[in-house]
């Protein structure tokens, strides 16, 4: 007697043939495409790496030079500092405040704001940057050659 209705069988033999073949078709096809495209997922690969590489030495060289950016500041705001400010006018002691300012804004990490910006907040159309007002207002210890006459002249 036939399976009717609810008893009949949902899969028969030729059907499960019939599924396995189109399955092992369908991963044979993706396995040559695979294949195909491995030049392609190398490229990517290896630019992955590279990248990453690229990254890797941006950040040690920003590292690096924010350290010295650092150490400079440092540096020149001990200069500043040195210098006694009842001796300044009252446009030069302005230019040093806003210099020790910008010197701490880089020991901070934050990046200053431009020397125009700077000199138009002071009201000056310019302003000497670090090493010129430190130049200009540092002092300089006598060394060889500062005397006139003399041992150390240069005149001989």
């Given at each position: 007697m036939a399976n009717k209705g609810r008893n009949k069988p949902r899969t028969s033999a030729k059907n499960v043939l019939g599924a396995a073949t189109v399955g092992t078709v369908a991963a044979g096809a993706g396995l040559?495409?695979?294949?195909a495209d491995t030049p392609n997922r190398n490229k990517r690969r290896r630019e992955k790496q590279r990248q990453a590489t690229r990254t890797a030495k941006r950040a040690k060289t920003n590292t690096i030079t924010n350290q010295t950016k650092t150490e400079i500041s440092k540096?020149?705001?001990?200069?500043?500092?040195?210098?006694?400010s009842k001796d300044l006018s009252t446009k030069d002691r302005k230019i040093k405040n806003e210099l020790v300012k910008r010197e701490k804004d880089i020991i901070k990490g934050l990046k200053p704001p431009t020397i125009a910006k700077t000199?138009?907040?002071i009201g000056l159309r310019t302003m000497p940057g670090v090493g010129a007002f430190l130049t200009?207002?540092?002092s300089t210890p006598a060394g060889q050659g500062s005397a006139l006459?003399?041992?150390?002249?240069k005149k001989k």
């Open positions: 040559a495409a695979y294949d540096m020149r705001l001990q200069n500043l500092q040195n210098i006694n000199a138009a907040k200009a207002f540092g006459y003399g041992p150390g002249s």
